[in-house]
Nanobody
Framework: QVQLVESGGGLVQPGGSLRRSCEVSGFTSDHYTIGWFRQAPGNEREGVSFISTRDGMTYYEDSVKGRFTISRDNASKMVYLQMNSLKPEDTAVYYC???????????????????WGQGTQVTVSS
């Protein structure tokens, strides 16, 4: 059974930082794409950042470039999202997800992701 367990959400002031973690278990492939979606109330789920475990290629949504950094530890099957300079518009439920294809074609398209974490609220507010 594949499980993605997330941690690191919470409340932070504008300009602050948070680090999200996602631990993968039960997924046997070494090559896949993993990353983060988010969904704010009334909005569609949007892709935030992704990383390939095959070659380390990273992808970022335009609004988070320069502020968020995704990284992975393949040995421990952990993925991290360092979120700096947070803004109120970053407020959302964040989900970790896996696209099991060895090479991703559309990293930001949610329907290609078969495994999802439970989601954790991130609130940026003063």
């Amino acid at each position: 059974q594949v499980q993605l367990v997330e941690s690191g959400g919470g409340l932070v002031q504008p300009g602050g930082s948070l680090r999200r973690s996602c631990e993968v278990s039960g997924f046997t492939s070494d090559h896949y794409t993993i990353g983060w979606f988010r969904q704010a109330p009334g909005n569609e789920r949007e892709g935030v950042s992704f990383i390939s475990t095959r070659d380390g290629m990273t992808y970022y949504e335009d609004s988070v470039k320069g502020r968020f950094t995704i990284s992975r530890d393949n040995a421990s099957k952990m993925v991290y999202l360092q979120m700096n300079s947070l803004k109120p518009e970053d407020t959302a439920v964040y989900y970790c997800a896996i696209d099991p294809a060895p090479v991703t074609v559309y990293p930001f398209v949610a329907r290609f992701y078969e495994y999802w974490g439970q989601g954790t609220q991130v609130t940026v507010s003063s």
